[in-house]
């Protein structure tokens, strides 16, 4: 496990959209098990909203894609789907799995057309996208 997560005992299942409800910043990304530099969070500033079932991606204030949310608690984690209906990936389906570490919201998602991920921890095994966001 990388260490900017914190242990098993403090994660918590999100039960519902209403746990996540409100804006998100993103605060650590990767991709196919790799991490982004620390440094890349600082240039760009990037939000995730949600609103009821709806979500807004922003990227430096501006915003790169909106859409409908899909949610359904599991026993470890939750799913949550992105519909995207606008921007570069409108028409298509983010399959992601989220849970909660120490108030901090944990986030894979599958490539576009690809399976939803099994699982956490975010490693080097792992392939997709990770997010891990703070809330504003």
Not at 5 to 24: A, F, I, M, R, Y
Request: with cysteine; net charge positive; hydrophobic share 40%.
């Amino acid at each position: 496990m990388f260490g900017w997560l914190g242990s098993s005992s403090n994660t918590v299942v999100p039960h519902s959209l209403k746990d996540l409800q409100g804006e998100w910043k993103v605060i650590r990304i990767g991709k196919d098990g790799n991490r982004a530099p620390r440094f890349l969070m600082w240039l760009v500033d990037i939000r995730f909203r949600i609103e009821g079932d709806r979500y807004t991606t922003s990227a430096g204030g501006e915003v790169i894609e909106q859409g409908k949310l899909q949610f359904q608690s599991k026993a470890n984690f939750a799913w949550l789907d992105q519909h995207v209906e606008s921007g570069d990936d409108a028409g298509q389906v983010h399959l992601g799995i989220v849970r909660l570490v120490t108030g901090r919201l944990e986030h894979l998602q599958a490539e576009i057309g690809c399976e939803r991920p099994l699982g956490f921890p975010y490693n080097k095994e792992t392939k997709g996208n990770m997010a891990l966001m703070k809330r504003v």
